[in-house]
């Protein structure tokens, strides 16, 4: 248990998929810390001696587990939960894989591929992808939600107004983030822990690994929220800006081919200068590289950057 | 004339549109430094002494006008033209306007706004938004390109993969930019210089801001590029991320929905917090905040974020 933590919650309390049917393994009063072990998307099916082969015979009614759920006392729809995020405690494993099927040029790749990485857990230093370059590391939760209103179990692979399957990398340590209330009592549950992603998380996965979160469960009355919102405390980039950026563009009348190209172009140029497989770019990319919209007002067409951070190949 | 350029090209010769067709004003040897003085996207019909009835009335066919076009000796299709940017002298004005029928949220905001700047052209601190905040400057020139293969005149409005209307906040001085060359001598030309920009250029206009710049133009032979790519030599954020970001977000199957989703969140959000009208936020959030693609693979929804620099409110 986390010294700042009232309660933990461990990993065999897990749920696949988002059902406000599930009863609440926690009841809390609002503002309760609560430590929550967090395991691996793949839900222990990727271990540290995992090979290429168990890529390719995952089961995905075991994929993104999450660790909860909450019931927050006192939460009523149109309320928000608050969520501050403490400390986390990486484990020093994790894995990247391009799963067929899935990520933003699945066309592209096609087989499947792994990516197994260790890290030091404590000082969390920058991460060897050798013998190439060194990821930088900043944990935060992939998935962090509450339950829907609709009632039946949702796939847990999209995000949602309530939350979900974020994947926004600036979810880290200090920052609070507000989700809006569909059901009485929240029912928050969290997981899909990552040690490192580039926005977009363009091949579908990033640096998974299995870690404890330490969180704040508060509520705001009456907030009537939209969408899920946060507030950083600092600056989101300073872990891996320091050498600049070399940037691809795609430009065109469709974000979604913009965003395609962009990153392809990067993958290539990668590869090229590298003599990394363009697979090995790839999932690079997606571990450390940012998508952006430079522009999206000039029509017809618009401009997005794929922002690859020069400190990871020096 | 600069210390370092061998060569000033007036605002006077300028075009408006793209066409190969058009005479070169200066034919240079790759490795040339040039300074383009930039007239303002308005092409001078917004000054000091406008009010927002001349955004209403402004002449569309004299707008973003580029200074230019150069020649440069050798270059051929297939090649590319490295720009290195360096100093800019801006002139101290700048204005951001709401234009009906142009932005993102060109349906919400439908009356024309304007907002004139005026800023230390010198010591280039945070330009006052009277009362509410300061924004911080980096100047940088929205257009810049290469003609096109295709013959006659084409808008400059939308930018295309020989660059253009690119409105990339972060081609600021040091930076390294690539454009492919598609006619003979590649026909450089620049303006549309901007005092601050937020990635997207959410309202359609950044503080926009006539002013010089010093360029050096050189040759890569045979650099076969699909699109404009660029090197940053350091940060891109460090002039306003400090005290960190407010974001809303979209979260959708369509990014462009997505996009504006978020972008309308942060200025219902920040009127409320600030007393301001919807529409100054708006143009605020333009000149400053960022669009993000935080997640783009997890089916079938996007998540977009838009992120406001909480340093320009404090």
């Given at each position: 248990m986390s010294a700042k933590a009232g309660h933990t919650i461990h990993g065999d309390c897990h749920h696949v998929g988002w059902d406000n049917a599930i009863p609440p393994v926690l009841t809390v009063a609002p503002g309760t810390t609560i430590e929550f072990e967090c395991l691996d998307a793949s839900g222990g099916q990727l271990t540290r001696t995992s090979t290429v082969a168990d890529v390719g015979t995952l089961d995905f009614g075991r994929i993104n587990p999450v660790t909860g759920?909450?019931?927050?006392?006192?939460?009523?729809?149109?309320?928000?939960?608050?969520?501050?995020?403490?400390?986390?405690?990486?484990?020093?494993?994790?894995?990247?894989?391009?799963?067929?099927?899935?990520?933003?040029?699945?066309?592209?790749?096609?087989?499947?591929?792994?990516?197994?990485?260790?890290?030091?857990?404590?000082?969390?230093g920058p991460a060897a992808y050798s013998p190439v370059g060194r990821v930088p590391l900043k944990p935060f939760a992939g998935?962090?939600?509450?339950?829907?209103?609709?009632?039946?179990?949702?796939?847990?692979?999209?995000?949602?107004?309530?939350?979900?399957?974020?994947?926004?990398?600036?979810?880290?340590?200090?920052?609070?983030?507000?989700?809006?209330?569909?059901?009485?009592?929240?029912?928050?549950?969290?997981?899909?822990?990552?040690?490192?992603?580039?926005d977009g998380e363009i091949c579908g996965t990033a640096i998974e690994s299995p870690m404890s979160v330490v969180l704040t469960l508060d509520l705001v009355k009456d907030a009537r929220l939209a969408a899920p919102r946060y507030t950083t405390p600092g600056p989101v980039t300073r872990h891996l800006d320091a050498k600049g950026y070399e940037v691809t563009t795609g430009i065109g009348p469709d974000l979604m081919t913009a965003a395609r190209e962009a990153v392809a172009r990067m993958v290539d140029m990668l590869a090229a200068r590298t003599g990394m497989a363009p697979v090995e770019a790839y999932m690079l990319c997606s571990v450390c590289g940012d998508l952006r919209i430079s522009e999206i007002v000039d029509q017809p067409n618009w401009v997005v950057g794929f922002y690859f951070p020069r400190v990871v190949l020096e």
């Open positions: 759920p909450v019931y927050i006392d006192g939460a009523e729809p149109g309320d928000a939960v608050k969520i501050t995020i403490g400390a986390f405690a990486p484990s020093g494993f994790g894995w990247t894989a391009n799963i067929p099927g899935f990520g933003l040029l699945a066309d592209q790749f096609t087989e499947p591929a792994l990516h197994l990485w260790t890290y030091d857990r404590r000082a969390m998935t962090i939600g509450l339950a829907l209103a609709e009632p039946g179990r949702h796939s847990v692979v999209p995000p949602r107004r309530v939350g979900g399957n974020l994947d926004i990398r600036d979810l880290t340590s200090g920052v609070e983030l507000y989700l809006p209330v569909e059901v009485k009592g929240g029912l928050f549950s969290v997981g899909d822990t990552h040690a490192a992603q580039g």
